[in-house]
């Protein structure tokens, strides 16, 4: 599902096609609007099309089909360095030969900005990203993250009013991800700029966007915001690509507004919320977060639908505990607990029941 034109949109594709070979379309049909100061992260995995789609932004592809409008105006045809677009790499591309100031710099002198102003813009670039000291260092002298921040800091410090990120941090390491994570989502707020970031990091999508756009088979599967994706997957590809999720199998018997029937393959009758099936008949992939399934099921009162399962492993994982479980004939079904005081630890082997309410159990497309 993607976006219509938006006459207030400060970012545009309209009807955006990409071939390389001139049959295969790696980008189909796309139409995403975005407003000004919006952090819109294009997630999904490889050769999905979202990587593609920045760099048509970009200017570095050309679209096959459709327009890209930018601020109300058509940039097709606009060349990269006249499109006034930050940029910033997985692999930082900045220049080894020169000093941080100068790498910064550069930018500023191709747009003839004079000497004093680009000695302002520069410091102020680099106090942004907290790396003000560092302006006589070459990149080589410079950590992973601290080169990272630099990148940033070029990208900005033309104060452009749209940023576009390519996998950022994925050469960093967990704890140091995080971090910029949380920089980079607040300085685009404070600045108040638009971003495009691309990842194939659901994790990282969810915890610094305003919308996710996720892409599979070059096309926009949902465009929504985070929350909204995790809790409400409009298909099962979403369901399974954004966060952990259980999957059972089954066929459609009854079908309302609110709620259907599905028998599984195993032969069990359970009631789920209706979402991408439309009758009676329709083979159905069933969807369950873990953290939804209760195993002291008198917590969920009499509307809740409970299951017989087996406790195949259980892991402890500091605040949580993760149980997998062999439920409707699979041994991969997964429930998460908190760690508190009265949380029982189960045992691999032992027979129990769960349960989770029908709102939280969503009839999807068969996978």
């Not at 691309?198 to 966007?209: F, G, I, N, P, Y």
């Amino acid at each position: 599902m993607a976006d219509t034109a938006n006459s207030d949109a400060f970012v545009e594709f309209e009807r955006v096609q990409k071939s390389y070979d001139g049959e295969n379309l790696v980008v189909k049909d796309l139409n995403l609007s975005m407003p000004k100061g919006e952090f819109l992260t294009m997630l999904g995995p490889s050769g999905s099309g979202k990587t593609t789609c920045l760099m048509m932004l970009a200017g570095f592809e050309t679209a096959t089909h459709g327009e890209i409008k930018l601020d109300g105006r058509p940039i097709n045809n606009i060349p990269p360095h006249k499109r006034g677009i930050g940029m910033v790499f997985q692999n930082y591309a900045l220049f080894p030969h020169m000093t941080v100031a100068e790498n910064l710099s550069f930018p500023l002198e191709v747009r003839k900005i004079g000497k004093s102003d680009r000695e302002a813009k520069v410091k102020r670039a680099l106090d942004m990203v907290q790396m003000g000291s560092f302006g006589g260092r070459r990149p080589a002298q410079l950590s992973g993250g601290q080169q990272q921040r630099i990148a940033l800091a070029r990208a900005l410090v033309f104060e452009p009013e749209l940023v576009l990120m390519d996998e950022p941090l994925g050469a960093l390491d967990k704890q140091l991800r995080e971090h910029m994570q949380f920089e980079i989502t607040n300085l685009a707020h404070q600045l108040g700029i638009t971003v495009v970031y691309v990842t194939h990091d659901q994790t990282e999508a969810l915890t610094m966007s305003d919308r996710v756009a996720v892409f599979d088979d070059g096309r926009i599967q949902q465009l929504a915001p985070p929350d909204e994706l995790y809790e409400s997957p409009e298909n099962s590809f979403v369901a399974q690509f954004i966060g952990e999720n259980n999957t059972l199998e089954g066929t459609i018997k009854e079908i309302g507004e609110d709620v259907c029937l599905v028998q599984l393959d195993d032969g069990e009758l359970i009631d789920a919320k209706p979402v991408n099936v439309s009758k009676v008949g329709d083979r159905t992939t069933i969807s369950i977060r873990p953290e939804r399934v209760e195993v002291d099921t008198a917590k969920l009162g009499d509307k809740a639908h409970t299951l017989k399962a087996e406790v195949m492993e259980f892991i402890y994982m500091g605040d949580v505990f993760r149980t997998r479980l062999k439920v409707a004939g699979k041994d991969n079904f997964i429930i998460k607990t908190r760690n508190s005081a009265d949380q029982r630890r189960l045992q691999p082997g032992e027979q129990i029941e769960i349960g989770w309410l029908p709102r939280d159990c969503r009839a999807l497309d068969a996978v």
